[in-house]
């Protein structure tokens, strides 16, 4: 997986313990100091709790409902992660009582792909809440799913909508953007992973595509890609590029070895 993208290695936020990193996506620019005046900073921030000896950033995340019922989630900022938020299966259980978050869809399978490859099969929950609430940036129609993690977590998509800084010196939190955002509330249909170096369909949340497509099946083609001729880190770029793709033709193998191609249409 790492040479995919031509990584040597990782820093550890450990070594960042002392200091301050602010990351801005729109420069490519990675911003390391000990002085957090130097970076002429607009907003004010969030407290930062440090857990274990790799000093892992949470921060807290705020839910109001339709009900206005609210909730706080203590999540992880995961800088390897490139979705929005993702609410562990145990967090969820506990704010699942209040009525918050709308249940759109559940499915078995496999949500994503990690450093060591993908994990077991589990029920998963794909939800919407009304209002999430970051360092006072608001942000309407929030589409989440659930994880098996012990802990939930946010990522790296935040940074399409503003700069972040992370100051561990002083335990800090900054997000620097609009002070409201709307997002395109688009409901995924399905969700693909990497397993035994095949692009496979690992969730689907669609209620009529479930009765062409299940997990497991082997993604072959997409439109003129013929992906089961592809390596690993050629699916892997691939799957980044279709990711928001929204009409295109889909062919897969089943585990009865029965090819199908299909319309997905979003």
């Known amino acids: 997986l790492l040479s995919c993208f031509k990584i040597d290695g ?8 002392n200091s301050i990193l602010k990351i801005n996506k729109s420069q490519q620019e990675i911003i390391i100091t000990d002085q957090i005046k130097a970076l002429n900073l607009k907003v004010k921030p969030s407290k930062v709790k440090l857990f274990g ?11 109001i409902g339709k009900n206005k019922e609210k909730a706080t989630d203590v ?11 993702e609410i562990s299966n145990r967090a969820f259980q506990v704010f699942e009582k209040y009525n918050i978050f709308d249940v759109l869809s559940k499915s078995e399978g496999i949500s994503s792909l990690g450093l ?6 589990t029920l998963q929950t794909l939800l919407q809440v009304e ?13 989440l799913n659930t994880t098996d993690d012990n802990n939930s977590r946010i990522g790296l998509e935040f940074l399409d909508y503003g700069d972040i800084t992370l100051d561990f010196k002083n335990k800090n939190f900054y997000f620097e953007s609009n002070s409201s955002i709307t997002l395109e509330n688009k409901v995924p249909k399905y969700a693909t992973t990497v397993v035994d ?8 949340w669609d209620k009529e595509l479930a ?4 997990f497991g099946d082997e993604i072959i083609r997409i439109e003129s890609f013929n992906v089961s001729q592809m390596s690993f880190c050629e699916i892997l770029k691939l799957k980044k590029e279709w990711k928001n793709k929204s009409n295109y033709s889909l062919t897969i193998k089943n585990k009865e070895n029965k090819i199908t191609t299909i319309a997905i249409e979003n």
């Not at 060591?116 to 099969?121: C, E, I, R, S, T």
């Open 116 to 121: 060591f490859g993908a994990g077991d099969p």
């Open 211 to 214: 009765k062409e497509i299940s």
């Open 75 to 85: 999540v992880l900022f995961d800088t390897g992660m490139d979705g929005l938020y």
């Open 197 to 204: 170096d095949k692009y496979v369909v690992g969730l689907v």
């Open 10 to 17: 990782f820093i550890g936020s450990n070594l960042l313990k």
């Open 53 to 63: 000896s790799q000093k892992a950033p949470y921060i807290e995340i705020d839910f």
């Open 131 to 143: 209002t999430a609430i970051l360092n006072n940036v608001t942000i309407k129609k929030l589409i």
